[in-house]
């Protein structure tokens, strides 16, 4: 069963524009994670958030956490055709040591 | 630094055989966990290995098996393959810890026929 899930299931922009993507879970957490697919690819970390933390930024990358709404997002700025992947938020419910539960992630599409 | 790599990275088999998946973990890292990922959706957790022991698993049954190595290389075995089997498996290797980061090799594409 999945933990997490992420809203849109799929999201289509133009080039330029900024794209977020959302991720709600159930149960508590020590950190949640973002990780990016591209297409019949492995899954690359993007960043993690711990618990006690409510933003963090990398790059492009924008990462908000609500524990106690039990979300996150994940906002892409000034998108590149190349950042057109899979996104996916991932949680640790047990907090046993990364052992991971992925939500069904969102489909971008950046056209140029 | 070598990254995480599997093999084979196609497979087909048919409903009933058996399959040995393979993984060789990132230099410096002890932990090697295994994700099944259905087509369309995201991974789901099978287990974990930590000093050749499993240490977590998921909601699979036991003819998924696995086995890690001294140097933390790992295999992920399936018995009596069911065409549900039929998915990409995913090896990520960590550093042991709830704050250390998946790194991913590119999958094996399992096909049962």
């Known amino acids: 069963s999945q933990q997490g899930e992420e809203d849109p299931q799929a999201l289509s922009i133009q080039e330029g524009e900024n794209a977020t993507m959302n991720c709600s879970y159930k149960t508590s957490i020590n950190n949640l994670q973002w990780y990016r697919q591209n297409s019949g690819r492995g899954l690359v970390h993007l960043i993690l958030i711990r618990s006690n933390e409510r933003e963090k930024h990398s790059g492009r990358l924008r990462v908000t956490l609500d524990t106690s709404k039990k979300s996150s997002s994940l906002l892409i700025t000034a998108s590149r055709a190349a950042d057109t992947a899979s996104y996916f938020c991932a949680t640790d419910p047990y907090n046993a040591g990364n052992m991971l539960t992925f939500g069904g992630g969102t489909r971008l599409m950046v056209k140029p | 630094e070598t990254g995480v790599t599997q093999s084979p990275t196609h497979l087909i088999k048919t409903r009933g055989q058996q399959v040995t998946l393979r993984c060789s973990s990132q230099?410096?890292?002890?932990?090697v966990s295994w994700y099944q990922q259905a087509l369309g959706q995201g991974p789901q957790f099978i287990f974990q290995?930590?000093?050749?022991?499993?240490?977590g698993r998921g909601n699979f049954p036991p003819r998924f098996s696995g086995l890690q190595f001294p140097n933390y290389s790992s295999e992920l075995n399936v018995n009596a393959l069911e065409l549900d089997d039929s998915a990409l498996y995913l090896c990520?290797?960590?550093?042991?810890?709830?704050?250390?980061?998946?790194?991913f090799g590119n999958g094996t594409r399992l096909t049962v026929t």
């Open positions: 990520a290797s960590s550093v042991q810890g709830g704050n250390s980061p998946l790194h």
């Open positions: 290995y930590y000093r050749e022991e499993e240490n």
């Open positions: 230099s410096g890292h002890n932990t």
